[in-house]
Structures are given as C-alpha cells and as structure tokens.
C-alpha cells in the first residue's frame, strides 16, 4: 500500500531533500533485533544525511615505503578487526568476489607473528592514498568512543531523560524507486492524512510530539550524556541493580546533524581551540536555563536498540566492542568511521595523524567499519578509542590533521566518484 502512496507524492518527497536530507545507504534496517552473528553480519546505516551524491576523491598508487610509520606498527593488533571485516564482506554478495582471494589468503597467517601479518598486507594489498580532486591530502580527523551511562528502566525523579526506539511510524524512503537518478538517496518520513511529510526534528521529540511513550527503551539522569550517546551511536547503560545494558544505533529521524559545539564556537561561548566534548558538558553546568535550547539547535535525532551480549568464545566477545555499519563490532584503536561514499566500507585503511592536542605521531592500520553523519569528504575519519572515560578525554579532545592510503586488493583499482 505505501508503494501507492509513494508514487503520488514524489514531488513532495523531492522537495523533503531539501529538509529531511537523503543517506547514502546501506540496506534498510530491519526491526530492531539482536545483532547476528559475523557469518551474517546485520547492516546498521549510521546517521547521515546530505543533498549530494558523495564526495569526489583522487587515489594514486604509491609504495609501501611511502606509509608513515608502516614498518613500526604493531599490525598484528589490528587482524581481529581485518578477519571480521573478512567475514562482513563475505556475506556481501557485491563485494565477495573483490575480497575473496585477500580473505582467503588470510586464514594460512599465524596472527601472532607481526613479520607474517605485515608480509601479508605487502603481498595481497596496494597502497593507495587518498587526496581532494585538487590534491590535497591532508584532512580531519576526529575521535569517538563508547560512553557509559547510568539509567533505568523506569523514570523515576533521578532519571528523567528517554532513550528511544524506533518509532512504528517512521518510514524509509528510497528515493530511486521513484527516480533513478536519485540512486542512493533515501529519506526518512512519515505519513500525515493523504500526505508524506518529514519526521518530528529533536525539539518535536523531545516535546512529546512523537508520540512515543511506549517506545522508551531506558531512562537516563543526564541530558547531556543522552545528546552525545546520540552522537557516539552506542553505548552501556548501568542500571541501579548493576546490570549493564548494551545499546546501539537503530535508525534516525532523517534531519541534517547540526554541531552544538560549532552553535557555541559562533556565539563566542567557546573557541575552536578549546571546543570539546568535556568543554560542552562543562557549559552545560554552568547554563542548565539554557541547555534544552541549545540542543533543540541539532533537528537531528537518533534511536536506540538493545545489544546482547557477544556468545563466549566467539570472534565477538574477543573485540567486545559497539557494532558499526558493517555490522561488526569494533576494535578499540583499530578502527575509524568513514565517508562510506569515498572509503568503501571493510576495507583496510593506513592512518597518519595525531594524539588529540599533541604533535606525538599516531601512525597505524585501521578497517574502515563505521560512518557517522558528521564525517564527510574523502580525507576524513573518526578514530574508535574504545570503551570507557579514558577513551572518552581522548576522543572528546581529537581534532587534528591526518593522512589516509586505502589499501586495496592487488591488481584491482579503487572504485573512484
């Protein structure tokens, strides 16, 4: 029946772009449900939105030799996080043929030998960096880590802030059903009498309008810690009996992402030095008068599902990290958020920067197993620092310049918009 109602309102849906914004997507996530096994890893899009088709990118092939501080990693330490992203693109029936010959190759490697490991990535990969069309290489980079929250499953006067899921009446809309050219753009909706409309923007949500009382997944104290789990996409919640209650990104309400910290930074009330997630929450203490309106700033809204725990003795529990877009859990320091649409998603990525507000070189092998609605362009990543506080004080204060090179299999050219 909603097919019907598409084809009657696609000038309406078009002119939502301008509003709602669209996601270059992987496939639709289903209802919320426990994350599955690697064999069959769940696609999990992250929060995007933009009006474009993607970012243009320029890769040249160059020697490994050419790779900052390639010789000295520990590339050992990221081959849990290559062999799930061989797992993820296996199950994917696009990108299996390209991966087969490196994955397959890949199950002869002792993983504890670091020669071995390094001889592998040598002989089965290219080295390519990643530029703007007009050269430059040099991008951002930022962090981002897995918070944890205190909550409860009922509200109480201590816990006063829902954590979402998906509402029954959010809808995804793919916009290349109705046009071709609009391949890959999809946005999210809802339907209001004979008409579709975007969905309800955070301060709608938040105000009540949505509806959504029986969708309250937990309750958490803080508003501002719920702002950034939004932002992060995951995370635990401890409840008062001490149960810890894994969560992770479900869907969201289709509006661009709006920064709080750049809304600040344009005030005045902070700079673009000192602006970061600490900076933010420690405005918030000191302006609570304010701080529902500065969040209402970000239209953009995020919704939660449960995780299970990972089985024991499973690819899983070893890495016991959030899951990503690829849908597989992530590797604290070894893996990075990217712009799917310029880095393809599970391929390995040698990163060059920087320890947040230092100039110690942070020079490793990532796998490119996550995306974000905030990280846009081909030089662009967010680098995973793990679970807990101190993951948070370095993801909360990285912002620094960075370098790229896809690797790619051997013989084979990077996919280039």
Known sequence: MFRHTCARTAAVLLAMLAVAGCATAPPPLPEPRPAPPLAAPLPVPSPASTADTGPRVAFAAEPWSALPGWADDRVEEAWLAWTASCHALAAREAARELWRAPCDAASAIDPRDRNAVRRYFETHFTPWSVAFPDGTATGLVTGYYEPMLYGSRERTRTFTTPLYAAPDDLLTVDLAALHPELKDRRVRARVEGRRVVPYWSRADIERGKAGLADKVLLWIADPVDAAFLQIQGSGRVELPDGRVVRVGYADQNGHPYRSIGRVLI?????????????????????????????????????????????????????????????????????????????????????????????????????????????????????????????????????????????LWPRGERPPVR
Do not use: C
Not at 270 to 290: C, E, F, V, Y
Not at 294 to 321: H, Q
Not at 381 to 396: Q, S, T
């Open 266 to 406: 344009d005030r005045g009330e902070l700079t673009r030095h000192n602006a970061s997630m600490q900076s933010i929450k420690g405005w918030a203490r000191r302006h609570p008068d304010r701080l529902e309106a500065l969040l209402d700033e970000n239209p953009s809204y995020v919704f939660f599902r449960e995780v299970p725990p990972p089985a024991p003795d499973t690819l899983e529990s070893r890495i016991d990290g959030p899951y990503g877009s690829l849908g597989v859990p992530l590797l604290a320091g070894r893996a990075i958020a990217v712009d799917a649409r310029a880095i393809p998603l599970g391929a390995p990525v040698f990163l060059a920067t920087t320890w947040p507000l230092s100039d110690r070189k942070l020079e490793r092998l990532t796998l490119a197993q996550d995306t974000g609605g905030a990280i846009r362009g081909a030089v662009r990543a967010d680098f995973f620092w793990g679970f807990g506080d101190e993951a948070g004080r370095e993801a909360g204060r990285m912002r620094q310049d960075g370098r790229m090179w896809l």
